[in-house]
Structure formats: structure tokens, C-alpha cells
């Protein structure tokens, strides 16, 4: 693969920002149609769909911080010389091509591909059917940034095809692909994992805990839970599960007024068993498949845990491994938890919704990850790039 140098990657991206400024009106008049053609049951992906001027301002400022950072390709990680005189190089190298998948954000269509492209990967764009007029007039502006700019159109292009063409084009890709990243609902991550043939980096699903301890500030706690749930529903890092821990003070009176802070921001509850008994109204956990699920809606599930060490144990059996949260102000018990919790993000007195590149200090992300190879956590600009090894002799032989 080419590589480019980082002034033209830097004017791509000054000329891409020029042209989203200038055509908002047109950006917006199209996802406009998407809207209309979308049906508003699943609200969630509805709020992913929507592009106004906040979501338009949003993506220039994505390109203009990826346009500020450094070029990730081509960095030293190691240098060595060994006694025999060979020399040994480490350096940061693109993917080559990166493929994502992801369903309605037509926001993604500028983010991953500025990242990808400023690491220097070509990227192929498979945007949802729900997005497709969004999809497209973003596809042609990266164009026109491209060419203007002496590139071809190829190292940023729109898939355009149908789930079964899709299927097709993982198992037998007309193109060589070197990493695709399925970004969205379990059921897309699973459509990916089984039919591409190639590797996949996980990213996307929340079913995101909080552990309220025996020893937690109720008040922050409350107001960490309404926020981790309502902020943004549609958000990976949303919250799904509170586990409270039974030796709480006044318990049963901190559970009615749990239920009394959720039903005035419109939060539907489901309660296990214990909890039940104490929120009798509540709905029932309907079977044990609720407690692997990510709601994305205005839903919450309040358990009763006994102790620090079970709720270490629930979360890592149910929970996505995406980010969980312990509120508590004891320190050794949330150095244990943030320890022995096993997501990608682990937070102490603090909301999940802080598990995003922009939150973290990462910047605009192609995804959150939650493998544990080849990385965790937001995927940056610093993350969309592997390493190749440069060996130096002179007639060196291995004997």
C-alpha cells in the first residue's frame, strides 16, 4: 500500500471540512429522507439516524481534531542493535484495508473514515440501509476532498449492498481486507463473526453494571444512575443492570426512592426476586436471558447483591465487558473491583457514558472495543495502526 505523506493526508482532511461546511443544508436535507422513510418504534436507532446542524458542527470538529494530531504511521517503538550487528527496527504500520459495518449513524460515515484514512488504511463503508441518502452525499464529499487533492476515490469508499451481497463479500471479499469491524446491534457482530474470513475486532455491545456498595454516597449514587441511564439511551455505554448491596443503610427506603427517581425520567424498572419483594409492583426478571441483554430504551434492571465479591462475580458472568462502574467510598473496595471486574472501562463514583474516545481524551473513535486484542477500550487514531519490523544487515546469515 501507498503511503502517504501527512501533509497531503492533512489537506484531504482541511478540504473535507470545507466541503461538509458547505454543504450542511444539502447533509441534512438528505438524512431528512432517511428520517421520513424511518419507522420511529425503535428509538433508539431513530436518535443514531438524525444529522442537524449540532451532529454537522460535530463531524467537522471530529476531522479538524484527528487533522491536529500526529500521523500515527511510521513511528519508532523500538530500536535495537543486536551483537552481531544486525539492526532492528520497530515501527507503527497501517491495517492496509479496514472495513466497518454499522447500522443507522450516519455521523460514523466521517469518523471512521478520517480515521482510518489519516492512519493511512483504505476503508470500505457499509452504512444500514436506513442511513443510505445520509451515507451517500457524505460518500461524495470525501470524494470531491480526495480528488481535489490529486487521490483516487478508492481509499475511502460506500459499500453499497444488500444483507446478502454483504454475506457474500465476507466470505468471498473482491478486494483484500485485513480487518473488519462490525459496529452495532449483537445480532450484526454475530451476522459478521460467522460469515467473514478475516479478522474481526469486537466492538459496540454494551449491557453496561453499576454496584452500588454498602458504604456509597446515596446521593451521588442516584445521580450517577440517572445519568448513566437517560443521558444518551442509544448508547453503547449506557447503563443497563444496578446491583445495590443489601446491607445498605435504610435499603428498602433507598429502593422506593430509587423507583420514585426512575419513574419521574420515564425509566422503566424490572427487579429480581429480593428486589421484588420490597418493589412489588415492579415487573419480574422473565427469564435469565434478561440479565445478557442490552436494552438501549429507557429500561433498567435493580438486583440485590450480598457484598462486594458477588457483584465482582455477576458482572463478569452477564455483563458485556464494555464498562462497569462501582460506587463507593471506601477505596480499597473499588481498587479490588476496578481490578477483578473484567471490561474494557471500569469506573469508580462515575458514569459509563464517560467510556467514549472524546470523554477519554482518545478523540474522534472508529468504535469501543471490547476484545482484548489488538485493543481495548475507544479505537483512536493511535490505535488504527499495527507495527512492522525493519531488519538491517549486511550479508547476514543465521547459523
Not at 460518500?139 to 481509499?155: I, M, Q, R, T, Y
Not at 453503547?236 to 443503610?249: E, F, G, Q, R, T
Not at 415492579?282 to 440485590?304: C, G, S, V
Request: net charge negative; with cysteine; proline share 2%.
Amino acid at each position: 500500500m501507498k503511503l502517504l505523506s501527512s501533509k497531503i493526508k492533512d489537506q484531504v482532511l482541511e478540504s473535507m471540512m470545507k466541503i461538509i461546511d458547505r454543504e450542511r443544508d444539502n447533509i441534512i436535507k438528505e438524512n431528512k429522507k432517511d428520517l421520513e422513510a424511518f419507522n420511529r418504534d425503535d428509538q433508539a436507532l431513530y436518535d443514531r439516524l438524525v444529522v442537524n446542524e449540532a451532529k454537522v458542527d460535530g463531524m467537522i470538529q471530529a476531522i479538524k481534531e484527528v487533522k491536529e494530531q500526529d500521523d500515527p504511521v511510521g513511528n519508532e517503538i523500538s530500536d535495537i542493535t543486536l551483537d552481531s550487528g544486525l539492526k532492528i527496527t520497530n515501527r507503527t504500520a497501517p491495517f492496509g484495508t479496514i472495513m466497518i459495518i454499522y447500522e443507522s449513524r450516519p455521523d460514523v460515515t466521517i469518523e471512521a473514515a478520517v480515521l482510518a484514512f489519516k492512519a493511512n488504511n483504505k476503508i470500505l463503508l457499509k452504512g444500514g440501509k436506513e442511513a443510505i441518502n445520509s451515507n451517500l452525499i457524505l460518500e461524495k464529499c470525501w470524494h470531491e476532498a480526495l480528488e481535489e487533492n490529486g487521490l483516487s476515490k478508492d481509499w475511502i469508499k460506500l459499500l453499497h449492498l444488500k444483507r446478502e451481497e454483504t454475506q457474500d463479500f465476507l466470505k468471498n471479499p473482491t478486494e483484500k481486507l485485513d480487518l473488519i469491524v462490525p459496529r452495532g446491534s449483537e445480532r450484526l457482530i454475530k451476522f459478521v463473526k460467522d460469515n467473514a474470513t478475516c479478522a474481526v475486532l469486537i466492538s459496540g455491545r454494551g449491557n453496561n453494571f453499576l454496584y452500588v456498595s454498602k458504604d456509597a454516597d446515596w446521593e451521588k449514587a442516584v445521580k450517577v444512575i440517572v445519568n448513566a441511564k437517560t443521558d444518551k439511551i442509544s448508547g453503547c455505554n449506557a447503563l443497563d443492570k444496578v446491583l445495590i448491596d443489601k446491607n445498605i443503610p435504610n435499603y428498602e427506603a433507598k429502593l422506593k426512592e430509587l423507583q420514585e427517581v426512575m419513574k419521574k425520567v420515564n425509566v422503566d424498572i424490572l427487579v429480581d426476586e429480593k428486589v421484588g419483594k420490597t418493589l412489588a409492583d415492579e415487573e419480574k426478571i422473565p427469564n435469565e436471558d434478561t440479565w445478557y441483554e442490552e436494552f438501549l430504551a429507557l429500561k433498567i434492571l435493580l438486583a440485590e447483591v450480598d457484598g462486594l465479591d458477588q457483584a465482582i462475580e455477576m458482572i463478569n458472568k452477564y455483563s458485556g465487558g464494555h464498562s462497569a462502574s462501582i460506587l463507593t467510598e471506601n477505596k480499597e473496595k473499588a481498587s479490588k473491583f476496578m481490578e477483578q471486574v473484567d471490561s474494557a472501562a471500569v469506573y469508580h463514583n462515575a458514569s459509563t457514558r464517560f467510556t467514549d474516545g472524546g470523554q477519554m481524551g482518545v478523540g474522534a473513535e472508529l468504535a469501543i472495543s471490547t476484545d482484548k486484542l489488538h485493543h481495548r477500550g475507544p479505537l483512536g487514531l493511535k490505535q488504527l495502526v499495527t507495527n512492522k519490523y525493519y531488519v538491517f544487515g549486511d550479508g547476514h546469515i543465521r547459523e
